[in-house]
């Protein structure tokens, strides 16, 4: 039997919420008292494994646990209770061009990028040609990446992240931002990663992407399962909860 | 402690990007690049030169040589310490959305800082040979051991206040106003022989005291830096005659230089800790 990618068991992840910000010595020295803080639940008690090549969507309203659950599997966050083992190299495409520099070149800002998602320069110096063949700026990689535009700057951040080669790749809500030829490269790279036998980990509001591309769903409520399955079912069971309109 | 080290050592190739951009971003559209930041300190040098000639009468020659042998070090402490409390809450975006080892932030910065300080002294050997027209010395080639202690220094407080300002944002202040009163404490605009003078012939000072608190200046690793960046590189200075008393140059005590290594490490490896400790709850500060 082969080790699942992904095992999560009873992972809860809670925030202290502060009101009113508590961070200066003066607030420290003068409050008698604690901040009034109470502890705000984003996982609760969270269990599953996935399958090594499996695809898994993760659907939910605004604030379910989503990110959350995202930014613990990318080793941002680290649980409060429970565990978490990923097996292999993890890349997060949560949100693209995170640490990108609005003065640097956009060559300068592929290898700081690559650098900030794990590669090696010399890894990056390799994959070079591929980069820049995905990210389609053809002349203005020697200009500063403050004139470009949006899909110039996601199309870059993307052709990066997709370089880093992981066994592991977590999706936020990234691909839904860009035109339609761009989605469409997206898609067809995801569909390579999922022919090389990659996890994946997808995370959208687009129910129609996400049946297309994943085979399971996980429909977070409130930081918990709700249910866990064949897409459809979860994407239906998630469809009937939402209240409708008129 | 190793298993973060070895983290880091990964990553190494991250810490060079951020030194380059750091670097490259600074020096960006301007012309003269790495010059300006070298008018600010030759400024501040020449009005601190006139102000101890002119005002404060004190007679040694070549008086900008000494100064900016210990100036030069003392903008890679402040420059280490200001840009670093800043470095991981600048990056508080980033810091929620991709994993990698924090520390990369406020080591990257001391690196490009420890750079720049070497580029600064080669403007001032440059100076030395033209100018004054000073021999340079075979102890000279120590300077790289003083450099790698200061650096070791540094990185030290970096760790403390890069993780403190992230908790709270007072931090950055007090180095601030820290900075400025270390700036008099530690032998910048003066040489420590007239801080040992003023000390001997205070007349407020009870005799008692007098020997601890020379101790206790020699202690701070700024001053046996300083020192030893002004002993290594410039002759001494011959002895004149102030407020009646005579001041010579005084060997160095490489005794105390020992001592600031030693602090320098501990503090490196505390400082160390204490951000590892705390560098994981960096995302979750909204």
Not at chain 1, 171 to 187: L, N, R
Not at chain 2, 75 to 82: E, I, K, N, T
Not at chain 2, 90 to 98: A, F, G, T
Request: hydrophobic fraction near 50%.
């Amino acid at each position: 039997m082969t080790k699942a990618a992904v095992e999560l068991s009873s992972v809860t992840k809670s925030f202290k919420l502060c009101h009113g910000r508590n961070n200066s010595l003066k607030s420290l020295a003068l409050s008698f008292r604690r901040p009034r803080c109470e502890e705000l639940v984003a996982l609760d008690n969270v269990s599953f494994s996935i399958d090594p090549g499996q695809t898994t969507a993760v659907i939910g309203r605004n604030g379910s646990g989503k990110s959350t659950l995202l930014r613990l599997l990318g080793n941002v966050f680290k649980p409060t209770r429970g565990k978490i083992v990923v097996r292999g190299r993890v890349s997060a495409l949560l949100e693209l061009g995170a640490g990108l520099h609005p003065d640097l070149t956009g060559l300068e800002n592929i290898y700081l990028n690559g650098a900030i998602l794990g590669l090696r320069t010399r890894e990056i110096r390799r994959r070079l040609d591929d980069i820049l063949e995905f990210s389609e700026l053809g002349k203005f990689v020697d200009t500063p990446l403050r004139s470009y535009s949006n899909g110039m700057v996601m199309r870059l951040g993307f052709s990066v992240a997709v370089q880093v080669d992981p066994d592991v790749l977590l999706i936020d809500e990234v691909i839904a931002v860009g035109d339609e030829p761009f989605q469409e490269k997206c898609y067809e790279k995801i569909g390579e990663f999922q022919k090389a036998g990659k996890t994946i980990i997808f995370v959208s509001h687009d129910l129609q992407a996400v049946q297309k591309v994943a085979s399971r769903a996980i429909w977070l409520s409130g930081g918990r399962v709700m249910v866990d399955g064949m897409v459809e079912d979860a994407v239906w069971a998630y469809m009937a909860s939402i209240p409708r309109e008129g | 402690m190793l298993s973060d080290l070895r983290e880091l050592y990964k990553y190494r190739d991250l810490v060079a990007q951020l030194v380059i951009r750091d670097l490259k971003v600074r020096y960006k559209n301007s012309v003269l690049g790495f010059f300006w930041s070298l008018i600010n300190p030759l400024v501040q040098v020449a009005i601190i030169t006139i102000v101890i000639k002119v005002l404060l009468l004190v007679r040694i020659p070549n008086y900008s040589a000494y100064l900016l042998a210990a100036f030069l070090p003392w903008m890679f402490f402040q420059m280490s310490l200001l840009d670093a409390s800043d470095s991981v809450l600048k990056h508080h975006d980033l810091l929620k959305k991709v994993y990698f080892p924090r520390e990369a932030l406020p080591v990257s910065l001391v690196i490009s800082n420890l750079i720049h300080l070497i580029l600064a002294f080669i403007v001032f050997f440059i100076y030395l040979v033209t100018i004054p027209r000073a021999p340079i010395y075979s102890t000279a080639l120590l300077l790289p051991v003083l450099m790698a202690i200061q650096f070791i220094f540094n990185l030290g407080v970096a760790f403390f206040i890069s993780c403190l300002n992230v908790f709270y944002e007072d931090t950055k202040f007090i180095v601030a106003v820290g900075l400025n009163a270390l700036f008099y404490a530690s032998p910048v605009m003066y040489v420590s022989e007239l801080a040992h003078n003023a000390l001997m012939h205070s007349h407020r000072l009870p005799a008692a005291f007098k020997e601890p608190l020379w101790v206790l200046y020699q202690i701070n690793p700024l001053n046996a830096l300083l020192m030893g960046y002004r002993k290594i590189l410039l002759s001494p200075f011959p002895e004149f005659t102030l407020r009646g008393a005579k001041l010579s140059d005084m060997p160095m005590n490489w005794g105390y230089l020992g001592i600031a290594a030693l602090i320098s490490i501990l503090l490196a490896i505390v400082g160390y800790r204490f951000f590892n400790k705390r560098k994981w709850g960096f995302a979750e500060m909204l």
